[in-house]
T-cell receptor, first 112, second 113 residues
Framework: EDQVTQSPEALRLQEGESSSLNCSYT??????LFWYRQDPGKGPEFLFT???AGEEKEKERLKATLTKKESFLHITAPKPEDSATYLC?????????????FGSGTRLSIRP | ETGVTQTPRHLVMGMTNKKSLKCEQH?????MYWYKQSAKKPLELMFV???????ENNSVPSRFSPECPNSSHLFLHLHTLQPEDSALYLC????????????FGSGTRLTVV
């Protein structure tokens, strides 16, 4: 069964303290892995798509990496405005083109 | 307007009421989705519409009834809900063939009393 597990469930950092969020996945062939950011009271906002092991994507203080079993979202020198829940999702190669499986998310808090 | 717009933002309804959630997208996407988001649980896919045709129904109770009159609009009709149906209901759209990242609306926070 296709599965996505995110850790930790919650992470509190001091402003400027770099860290990483983990997304472990089990799928029968990966079509794509997605990262989203969700602010309280809002829908998720798309950040990155990764398609193959070794691929990396960057956006401001965020960098997403992918291996055959997991993805990391590295956050460098975070600021309070980076506080949000970060969701990971995967799409299996042989699933319908529209079906994506989400993890439970990591709730990130950055203290000033 | 651009993006995906959902109305209402908040809804409180009794278990015997009938209400509808509305979603509208102005992105030219071919696929639209309803998701349910409950506290500390992953997003649960409810329905998928591709080119106005329902392509998936993930064992959702019949008290939830979707409608997609055209590729820009999606509705979720609600009747005789239960308190456990209280959640954030999210609409999303995408270009179905690519299967790339979704664009989500801000959701409707539903409370069933």
């Amino acid at each position: 069964e296709d599965q996505v597990t995110q850790s930790p469930e919650a992470l509190r950092l001091q402003e400027g303290e770099s860290s990483s969020l983990n997304c472990s996945y089990t799928v029968s062939g990966l079509r794509g892995l997605f990262w989203y950011r969700q602010d309280p009271g809002k829908g998720p906002e798309f950040l990155f798509t990764l398609y193959s092991a070794g691929e990396e994507k960057e956006k401001e203080r965020l960098k997403a990496t992918l291996t055959k079993k997991e993805s990391f979202l590295h956050i460098t020198a975070p600021k309070p405005e980076d506080s949000a829940t970060y969701l990971c999702a995967v799409q299996a190669l042989h699933s319908s083109a529209s079906k994506i499986i989400f993890g439970s998310g990591t709730r990130l808090s950055i203290r000033p | 307007e651009t993006g995906v717009t959902q109305t209402p933002r908040h809804l409180v309804m009794g278990m015997t009421n009938k209400k509808s959630l509305k979603c509208e997208q102005h992105l030219g996407h071919n696929a639209m989705y309803w998701y349910k988001q409950s506290a500390k649980k992953p997003l649960e896919l409810m329905f998928v519409y591709s080119l106005e045709e329902r392509v998936e129904n993930n064992s959702v109770p019949s008290r939830f009834s979707p409608e997609c009159p055209n590729s820009s609009h999606l509705f979720l009709h609600l009747h005789t809900l239960q308190p456990e149906d209280s959640a954030l209901y999210l609409c999303a759209s995408s270009q179905a063939v690519r299967g790339d990242g979704y664009t989500f609306g801000s959701g409707t926070r539903l409370t069933v009393v």
